[in-house]
């Protein structure tokens, strides 16, 4: 994985991909590549996505081949225990070391139909549990008035959390159109968008979150997306990848 500058999160959303085993030599490969504690103190931080299947064998081969991977979810039951089929709490991820999680990604949003109490739920029980939530917004459609239409899905959101809730969210921008297709946003547009982010979020609700960005985010782009003010990228295709 490509080593971005402190204090950058690069966060690695493995989406439907990846089995145990997979992981399981993935994280032996990125052993050989990044030598014990390399990657520590240098403020950035990596950290990897795969599907709940693969977390524990994420959990405890990354601890012991010495390998500085954070973890995270790609997502949680709103609801803390029980009659809930095919659900993972917050206290179950936190047990296997999750230090993040997503919320509201665009492929869950609409695969799941997930409503406003849902993802509200989501990122409570995940603070509730120390973990942070990756609140995922963006807009469908490439130009219009999209951003609004990102800034509102965050203001869904954090309107319904405490101030000491909101202090503990992340932001991903990530427009719909940018996702699984040839090309990112414009520098230009995702520097706009994480501002109107920003300014919105203030002045609604006294908060600063740290955004991201994803959306076609790989090793050839990467490079022209730094300095835009971000605190890192949520990368999907491109993470699969023991080279990137
Ligand atoms: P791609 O990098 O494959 O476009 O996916 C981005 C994404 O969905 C990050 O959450």
């Known amino acids: 994985m490509a080593q971005p500058c402190a204090p950058w999160l690069l966060a690695a959303n493995w989406k439907m991909n990846m089995d145990h085993l997979q992981t ?7 052993s050989v590549l990044l030598p014990r504690g390399e990657g520590e103190g240098g403020g950035a931080e990596m950290a990897i996505f795969p599907p709940f299947t693969s977390l524990r064998t994420a959990q405890v081969f990354s601890a012991s081949y010495g390998v500085p991977l954070s973890l995270g979810a790609q997502d949680v039951s709103p609801h803390s225990s029980g009659a809930f089929t095919g659900e993972v709490s917050a206290s179950m991820l936190e047990r296997l070391g999750c230090r993040y999680v997503l919320v509201g990604h665009s492929e ?7 409503t406003k109490e849902e993802l509200v ?3 409570k029980n995940s603070i509730a549990s120390r973990m942070t939530p990756i609140l ?3 807009e469908k459609e490439k130009g219009g008035e999209g951003i609004g239409e990102a800034c509102r899905q965050a203001e869904e959101v954090f309107c319904d959390l405490s101030p000491e809730e909101r202090a503990k969210v992340i932001v991903s921008y990530e427009p719909v159109w940018a996702i699984g297709s040839s090309t990112t946003a414009s520098p230009e547009r995702i520097s706009d968008a ?4 920003k300014a919105d979020l ?3 609700f006294g908060a600063s979150p740290r955004i991201l ?3 076609s985010v790989n090793e050839g782009n990467i490079e022209s997306l730094k300095g835009l003010g971000l605190g890192g990228f949520l990368v999907g295709r491109a993470s699969l990848r023991i080279s990137f």
């Open 213 to 215: 960005y994803g959306g």
């Open 194 to 197: 994480a501002c109107a982010l």
């Open 108 to 114: 869950s949003r609409k695969n799941h139909h997930e």
């Open 121 to 123: 739920g989501k990122a």
């Open 24 to 30: 399981l030599e993935f994280i032996r490969e990125l």
């Open 136 to 138: 995922c917004v963006g």
């Open 202 to 204: 203030l002045e609604k």
